[in-house]
């Protein structure tokens, strides 16, 4: 059976077996008696008709479902970098170092909202079958995925999509003569000036050093190096001195809370 009428499945009569056996008890016996005022059919077709009209309203809910899932499975590559970018700003551990996830949850359940799937087939049940599917779906895309690290240019397309996001308006510096910023956000009349390292080893001070020339050039409010990559001790003693923001990509979602 295919994923996708598997999970429809589940959620509709292994959530809700109760719900439709009632369900197929009211729609056999509603069958029955519209059958009957018509008079056009023997007793024995009428009872294979009714049954047949009670399991075919189950089979729409199962197959609505199945439809449901496959639109999710669409929607959740289109919006991946901000999901991944949500899932760490809001699973970061407490100050008991506890990982809260009520919010983490209830983001994925606004999203398949926003897309017009709910997560349940009968109602808002957050510990459905299908939003458990979806749950678990969406966080094995978002694992080591906040932004991937492939091309610089990539990288910096992903930065610029999750500042989008977010409400920045962002455009990229041209690949030559950049002077060391990379991309120029705006918001509420704050300009900010970013460099995305693409790095595997840690950033080091040169980075630092660009961005601080970078945010002179641009005339910015604020300088921003963003990477995945680890900062070396020296760039964050210099970026303490200087005011240079050093972030990763998940932190993008709380730039604007960071330096206003």
Not at 12 to 30: E, F, N, Q, S
Not at 69 to 95: D, M, Y
Not at 151 to 180: H, I, M, R, V
């Amino acid at each position: 059976m295919p994923k996708n009428l598997a999970i429809g499945v589940r959620n509709v009569i292994g959530d809700h077996l109760l719900r439709m056996l009632v369900i197929l008890a009211l729609a056999y016996v509603t069958s029955w008696a519209f059958l009957s005022m018509l008079h056009v059919m023997s007793t024995s077709v009428q009872e294979v008709v009714a049954t047949a009209m009670a399991i075919g309203i189950v089979s729409l809910m199962v197959l609505m479902r199945a439809s449901e899932w496959t639109k999710l499975q669409t929607v959740i590559p289109q919006s991946l970098s901000v999901l991944s970018a949500k899932r760490a700003q809001l699973t970061r551990p407490n100050e008991y170092g506890v990982v809260p996830m009520d919010a983490w949850h209830e983001e994925v359940r606004r999203f398949m909202s926003m897309h017009g799937i709910t997560p349940d087939c009968f109602t808002d049940n957050p510990d459905s079958s299908f939003f458990r599917a979806a749950l678990v779906d969406i966080e094995s895309r978002c694992a080591d995925r906040v932004v991937h690290p492939n091309s610089g240019t990539q990288y910096e397309n992903d930065c610029c999509k999750l500042l989008d996001a977010y409400g920045w308006t962002t455009w990229l510096t041209p690949p030559s003569g950049d002077k060391g910023v990379d991309i120029v956000a705006s918001k509420d009349g704050l300009k900010v000036a970013i460099q995305c390292k693409n790095y595997q080893s840690p950033v080091g001070t040169k980075a630092v050093q660009e961005i601080i020339a970078g945010c002179q050039y641009e005339k910015a409010d604020h300088a921003v190096v963003v990477s995945e990559a680890e900062y070396s001790r020296q760039a964050i003693d210099l970026a303490s001195s200087v005011g240079v923001l050093l972030l990763k990509s998940s932190d993008l979602a709380t730039l604007y809370e960071r330096i206003v």
